[in-house]
């Protein structure tokens, strides 16, 4: 049974959707953030970045959402949540993990967290405000491609969807607000 460590509006959230899918036994353990409980010593063994998800399968412990997650579809292949090794979709799929995690997320957290972006507490607005245009170009792309398809890689459900739907229902008053996207009206 897989043990899934997570804490609810984090990047647990698409693992936690995939195991769902999935339909497999799987038991769900709080970290909880407000104590810091992802920097104590019994959490840090599991994970040495002391951040949040952190999947067990057995002997293996597994960090970073991404990888939770393409290790979870291909163990449970047969539930097509990721494309076949070595086809076009699948190098797609890993182009839109990838742009879903080191672009629009990254940009996410530096509009969350523009205190660990500088040392200087007067360009914290300055940041934030600097985002808004950045986020909003990461979200334009999605919204073009979504326009002309159900799901990011077409008409198949994927992990990409899911942390779509991760980065998107976290932020979607956020979203809203400040982008008039018409993909979006959905959320």
């Given at each position: 049974?897989?043990?899934?460590?997570?804490?609810?509006?984090?990047?647990?959230?698409?693992?936690?959707?995939?195991?769902?899918?999935?339909?497999?036994?799987?038991?769900?353990?709080?970290?909880?953030?407000?104590?810091?409980?992802?920097?104590?010593?019994?959490?840090?063994?599991?994970?040495?970045?002391?951040?949040?998800?952190?999947?067990?399968?057995?002997?293996?412990?597994?960090?970073?959402?991404?990888?939770?997650?393409?290790?979870?579809?291909?163990?449970?292949p047969?539930?097509?949540?990721?494309p076949?090794?070595?086809?076009?979709?699948?190098?797609?799929?890993?182009?839109?993990l990838?742009?879903?995690?080191?672009?629009?997320?990254?940009?996410?957290?530096?509009?969350?967290?523009?205190?660990?972006?500088?040392?200087?507490?007067?360009?914290?607005?300055?940041?934030?405000?600097?985002?808004?245009?950045?986020?909003?170009?990461?979200?334009?792309?999605?919204?073009?491609?979504?326009?002309?398809?159900?799901?990011?890689?077409?008409?198949?459900?994927?992990?990409?969807?899911?942390?779509?739907?991760?980065?998107?229902?976290?932020?979607?008053?956020?979203?809203?607000?400040?982008?008039?996207?018409?993909?979006?009206?959905?959320?």
């Open positions: 049974m897989y043990k899934l460590y997570y804490y609810p509006d984090n990047a647990s959230l698409a693992p936690h959707l995939i195991l769902n899918q999935l339909e497999v036994d799987y038991e769900l353990v709080l970290v909880d953030r407000k104590s810091n409980a992802q920097q104590s010593a019994e959490y840090l063994k599991l994970n040495p970045n002391g951040k949040i998800p952190t999947l067990i399968d057995n002997d293996l412990v597994l960090f970073e959402s991404a990888a939770i997650c393409i290790y979870l579809c291909e163990k449970h047969e539930q097509l949540l990721i076949s090794a070595g086809s076009r979709q699948r190098a797609h799929f890993y182009q839109w990838t742009y879903l995690t080191n672009t629009l997320q990254a940009e996410l957290m530096v509009y969350y967290y523009p205190q660990k972006h500088t040392t200087d507490e007067s360009a914290l607005s300055s940041i934030v405000e600097a985002q808004h245009a950045r986020i909003g170009e990461s979200l334009a792309v999605l919204d073009q491609l979504l326009a002309t398809r159900q799901y990011l890689l077409g008409e198949q459900l994927t992990a990409c969807d899911f942390f779509c739907l991760c980065w998107l229902t976290g932020h979607s008053i956020f979203l809203r607000a400040l982008y008039h996207l018409p993909t979006w009206d959905a959320i």
